[in-house]
């Protein structure tokens, strides 16, 4: 893809009104990767997106830096977002890259999330964060 600043907009500014948009960028048989996640198709990749709005409030992507290679393009970024629930808010930040593949039309044909869920989720959260982090300092030993 050529001209990235609309996708990286959109990904920076992705709302659960502007996922409509998703068809502008991905080609309806686009596949998509994450540590949870590995769907087929425009409309399972809007659902995933959708589903991060009702896990954490107020989601916001900052990408930082752009790769682009022969291979597509890798994009670093920052998740930003508050979590709820019986703790209390708190706001966290997930650490990520995505690597993109793109058609000859320039349409997203494979989006893949890599981060580490572990270290970035898991161990952040107040009751299973005990549990992870004793197990990394386990493997350490």
């Not at 009104?17 to 596949?31: K, N, V």
């Not at 597509?72 to 979590?83: A, C, E, N, Q």
């Amino acid at each position: 893809m050529n001209d990235l600043k609309p996708l990286i907009h959109w990904f920076e500014h992705l709302t659960p009104g502007t996922l409509d948009q998703l068809p502008q960028f991905y080609a309806a048989h686009a596949e998509f990767k994450d540590p949870f996640n590995e769907v087929r198709g425009s409309d399972a990749i809007k659902r995933i997106f959708a589903h991060l709005f009702t896990q954490v409030e107020q989601p916001r992507f900052v990408v930082d830096s752009i790769f682009r290679g022969d291979d597509g393009v890798m994009l670093l970024w920052d998740l930003h977002f508050r979590t709820g629930g019986p703790f209390g808010a708190k706001a966290m930040t997930l650490r990520g890259a995505t690597h993109l593949r793109f058609d000859a039309g320039e349409m997203i044909v494979l989006h893949r999330d890599y981060w580490d869920a572990a270290g970035e989720v898991y161990a952040k959260l107040p009751l299973i964060g005990c549990v992870m982090r004793g197990l990394q300092r386990m493997g350490r030993a």
